[in-house]
């Protein structure tokens, strides 16, 4: 069974940052599309990032654009999403999901990925 385990989370007073890894188990990265997904309980899920297999292309949504940054480490099986300027708005639960790169471009639509892992709880608050 391929297996996604955000780590990472916690409580960051705002403004703070938090640098969430996404490690692979039984399965190389490489090939795979990685997105970040959010949501908290009783409101629909955000797709808030997304990396190519290479590392070469990123999206953002607008909501974390220019505080967010995604990047991966291939040799080490691992995409990390590094949060900066939080916001209590930003609390929630934290998911990373794999999305084989030739089936198409990369995307925040969560329908278009096939491996998710059970998320990591964010907390912002003072």
């Known amino acids: 069974q391929l297996q996604l385990v955000e780590s990472g989370g916690g409580l960051v007073q705002p403004g703070g940052s938090l640098r969430l890894p996404c490690a692979a188990r039984r399965f190389t990265l490489e090939n795979y599309a990685i997105g970040w997904f959010r949501q908290a309980p009783g409101k629909e899920g955000e797709g808030i990032s997304c990396?190519?297999?290479?590392?070469?292309?990123?999206i953002y949504a607008d909501s974390v654009k220019g505080r967010f940054s995604i990047s991966r480490e291939n040799a080490k099986n691992t995409v990390y999403l590094q949060m900066n300027s939080l916001k209590p708005e930003d609390t929630t639960v934290y998911y990373c999901?794999?999305?084989?790169?030739?089936?198409?471009?990369?995307?925040?639509?969560?329908?278009?990925?096939?491996?998710w892992g059970k998320g990591t709880q964010v907390t912002v608050s003072s």
């Open positions: 990396i190519s297999s290479s590392g070469g292309r990123t």
């Open positions: 999901a794999a999305r084989l790169s030739y089936v198409g471009p990369i995307t925040l639509k969560k329908g278009k990925f096939t491996y």
